[in-house]
């Protein structure tokens, strides 16, 4: 067996000594070749060392561009947020011949992370004809497919997978989302079955969750409630929330921008180009998105993490987290052009060809609304309002990011009350201190008044009226969120005063709103 052959075999069975020992001596035998720098590379990422893998990439794609070490490449450029570089180098990883299974769908899988739902399509496909198999690259494809619209081939792959594992949670739980279940066609039996067989937690999560969408659709109240409280009650323990990890983020915010900007603030960065769409997650964000992205001049670039990474850049603390107390503080150091200029830097990237501007559809950007205002001055800001309990329940039935710190309040009613609580009081906030900059937008008034409120969503962001708005159901952009399906179809009024439904079980904590004076009638 030659050192490359050793080398693989090494990586595929988990020796990480053996592979790094193999690909050192092809490395020094053969200083020409790429395929010692890219094992060496390999075996470094395995191993978690990602700062020290990317150079022997670069070493590898300098000595002549393959698509596999390409596509490696990209993949640990975007684990870094170097997603311009990373953009680069998976396209040029697309263009290239010899692509196995393995790159085609990490080449997906880079496409996807950099938000472009589309061009994924073609290399997860690729990857399931090469290994048909392999259920994680055909869960990949069928998650492409989902966002892209493809819903009727998303569903043939779900089924695909559920054939060959039965408790596949990701994929029961992917088909509970994709469309409205009826009386006629669900999978409540499939899922009550899947999840008395399911041992890990993680399973039970998703099968629990999917079980209170089709219940609730079936308009099975209690069902649905019991599922969602057993889940994310066993979720919050799992991950040890506490209130006052958020509370610590308000405050921080509230003590940097109460009084006004940070003593020695300038002037920001002069680019007119950004509109932020703000507010709680499952307020009509992703809706506004279509609105807005279905004007001719304008493109969505998605949920960018682009400000969050900019105020932290230049914070410059050393946490691991994106934002905590410390690097709020820390940012009071910043110049805001300098905030914007690493924003636009960060968000360039993401900007869809041939328009005049964009949309950034962050929902936790309200946080950030005071560094936006001064470190982009001519930036839109738009912040969705939905009923207070709807938002709660919306929030509460609904399974964002299991581990991301962004979401961790939403598995307890009470929890994403204090949190809806805060968001209030610093948007109220922000309207006192940047009065007009922000436009507080109804979901329920955009329901009830679509071309009113379009037109004054329109003029807020400096845009002429255009009736392709209305249509925003006919945008054949990727969805990458929980409203894929209800975005694809015309404005309806379905989503609202749906908490009353489960009414009885939320009194308490709509008593607890009412009494911190949220308008909850």
């Known amino acids: 067996m030659n050192l490359e052959a050793r080398a693989r075999a090494a990586l595929a069975r988990g020796d990480l000594a053996q592979a790094a020992q193999a690909a050192q001596q092809l490395a020094m035998a053969q200083p020409d070749c790429p395929a010692g720098f890219f094992l060496l590379g390999m075996a470094a990422a395995e191993a978690g060392q990602v700062a020290k893998a990317l150079p022997m990439l670069e070493q590898a794609v300098a000595r002549g561009p393959m698509a596999e070490h390409l596509a490696q490449y990209a993949r640990l450029l975007v684990l870094l947020r170097r997603d311009g570089q990373a953009g680069q180098a998976v396209r040029q990883a697309l263009a290239l011949d010899g692509a196995d299974a393995l790159t085609s769908d990490t080449i997906g899988c880079v496409l996807a992370r950099l938000g472009d739902h589309e061009a994924s399509v073609p290399p997860f496909e690729a990857a399931v004809a090469g290994e048909p198999d392999n259920l994680d690259y055909r869960y990949n494809l069928a998650a492409a497919c989902g966002f892209t619209g493809r819903v009727a081939a998303a569903r043939d792959q779900y089924e695909a997978i559920l054939s060959v594992d039965p408790g596949h949670a990701r994929a029961h739980y992917a088909l509970a989302i994709l469309s409205r279940q009826t009386e006629q066609a669900n999978h409540v039996p499939r899922l009550e079955a899947a999840l008395n067989a399911a041992t890990r937690p993680d399973d039970a999560l998703r099968l629990r969750y999917a079980l209170a969408k089709e219940e609730e659709d079936l308009g099975h109240a209690p069902a649905a409630f019991a599922h969602l409280s057993q889940a994310n009650a066993a979720h919050k323990r799992a991950i040890g929330y506490d209130f006052g990890q958020d509370a610590a983020i308000f405050d921080a915010i509230e003590r940097l921008f109460g009084n006004g900007p940070p003593p020695g603030w300038g002037a920001g960065l002069e680019e007119a180009a950004p509109i932020f769409i703000v507010g709680m997650p499952r307020t009509g964000t992703t809706l506004v998105d279509r609105i807005l992205s279905s004007h001719p001049q304008v493109g969505s670039a998605g949920e960018l993490q682009a400000m969050p990474l900019a105020v932290k850049q230049l914070a410059a603390t050393r946490s691991r987290l994106v934002i905590d107390p410390e690097t709020i503080a820390a940012s009071a150091a910043a110049d805001p052009a300098a905030i914007g200029q690493a924003y636009m830097a960060r968000a360039s990237h993401h900007r869809p060809p041939g328009k005049v501007r964009f949309i950034d559809k962050l929902p936790a950007n309200f946080l950030y609304i005071g560094h936006i205002v001064h470190a982009l001055p001519l930036a839109r800001i738009v912040c969705l309002r939905r009923h207070p309990m709807d938002t709660l329940w919306s929030n509460y039935k609904n399974l964002f990011a299991s581990q991301s710190a962004y979401y961790a309040y939403s598995y307890d009613p009470m929890d994403i009350a204090r949190y809806y609580a805060r968001f209030d009081r610093l948007m109220a906030l922000w309207d006192r201190l940047f009065a007009g900059r922000v436009l ?67 009194a308490p904590v709509r008593d607890w709103l009412a009494g911190q004076g949220v308008k909850v009638d």
């Open 440 to 506: 507080q937008l109804s979901y329920e008034a955009l329901v009830a008044d679509q071309e009113g409120q379009t037109r004054h969503l329109l003029a807020h962001c400096g845009l002429d009226w255009d009736a392709a708005c209305l249509s925003f159901h006919e945008n054949r952009a990727a969805v990458a969120t929980p409203s894929a399906a209800q975005v694809r179809r015309p404005i309806n009024a379905d989503a609202i005063a749906r908490w009353k439904a489960h009414e009885a079980a939320l």
